[in-house]
T-cell receptor, first 118, second 111 residues
Framework: NAGVTQTPKFRILKIGQSMTLQCTQDMNHNYMYWYRQDPGMGLKLIYYSVGAGITDKGEVPNGYNVSRSTTEDFPLRLELAAPSQTSVYFC?????????????????FGDGTRLSIL | AQRVTQPEKLLSVFKGAPVELKCNYSYSGSPELFWYVQYSRQRLQLLLRHISRESIKGFTADLNKGETSFHLKKPFAQEEDSAMYYCALRARAGSNYKLTFGKGTLLTVNP
């Protein structure tokens, strides 16, 4: 299993450009997440999904959009890139232990996408 | 709302010395606590979780509900322990399954 795969690894955008960060997992996980990691700020949740067709906002969703048409893929879209979106983006996935609660199941992370907006 | 505090951004110790990375949390319910680690140029990965009561790579962490803490400890640090460590909390309430991360502590173990 490749686990969680993110592409691209690096990208430089101009202000106002748009792009999609790709995330795919081959573990048949129901839950997928997008985080951003800013220096000294830890990880903040942007969006998450509990299954195909279902997405919800996290802590810092403004300026981003997501979709979840399949279990495997959870792309993150930036419509109008702004300098404040310069960050490292991590995608993660996890699987519920049973029912709707998956408390102690760990999240599996991708390698991250380093995005700079100039 | 839940919150995770890691008071030390940087922690530097010598090889063989004990190390303790602090984590305090704020949450009114019963939390699930995790420690994640990110080695240089590697992805974030789970180190341990409180519910498993396990020791991984010599690290242990005990949930202290009275002090609302989940400090990570290792009696003898090794150079390969140098990494970024994140404490995370998952609120245990209904279908809430989001992790809240602390800001992280960069541990450097000097030879």
């Amino acid at each position: 299993n490749a686990g969680v795969t993110q592409t691209p690894k690096f990208r430089i955008l101009k202000i106002g450009q748009s792009m999609t960060l790709q995330c795919t997992q081959d573990m048949n996980h129901n839950y997928m997440y997008w985080y951003r990691q800013d220096p000294g700020m830890g990880l903040k949740l942007i969006y998450y999904s509990v299954g195909a067709g279902i997405t919800d906002k996290g802590e810092v969703p403004n300026g981003y959009n997501v979709s979840r048409s399949t279990t495997e893929d959870f792309p993150l879209r930036l419509e109008l890139a702004a300098p404040s979106q310069t960050s490292v983006y991590f995608c993660a996935s996890s699987y519920p232990t049973g029912g709707t609660y998956h408390g102690n199941q760990p999240q599996h992370f991708g390698d991250g996408t380093r995005l700079s907006i100039l | 709302a839940q919150r995770v505090t890691q008071p030390e951004k940087l922690l530097s110790v010598f090889k063989g010395a004990p190390v303790e990375l602090k984590c305090n949390y704020s949450y009114s319910g019963s939390p699930e606590l995790f420690w994640y680690v990110q080695y240089s140029r590697q992805r974030l990965q789970l180190l341990l979780r409180h519910i498993s009561r396990e020791s991984i790579k010599g690290f242990t962490a005990d949930l202290n509900k009275g002090e609302t803490s989940f400090h990570l400890k290792k009696p003898f640090a090794q150079e390969e322990d140098s990494a970024m460590y994140y404490c995370a909390l998952r609120a245990r309430a209904g279908s809430n399954y989001k992790l809240t991360f602390g800001k992280g502590t960069l541990l450097t173990v000097n030879p």
